[in-house]
């Protein structure tokens, strides 16, 4: 767990479930629209290479949250 005591791993978990729920998953949904959509372009154009690489680490945006809240940790 946590650096915390148990009840404040379980706050921080709850926090993460509800920041997974409400923005990591929208946020990583309509995101992904944009990566399909401009992979093809990628091989043409390179600065969307760029860009698409930025996209792929907000699409393992639910991974990150998911971790923090199994882990129970806070913010920092």
Known sequence: MGKGGDATCLIFGIVWF?????????????????????QPFAVCIDPIK?????????LTLP?????????GSGFG
């Open 63 to 71: 991974t990150t949250v998911t971790e923090k809240m199994m882990n």
């Open 18 to 38: 509800l920041i997974l729920i409400f923005l990591a998953w929208p946020i990583s949904c309509f995101i992904a629209g944009l990566y399909i959509l401009l």
């Open 50 to 58: 760029e860009i698409n690489a930025f996209l792929f680490k907000l």
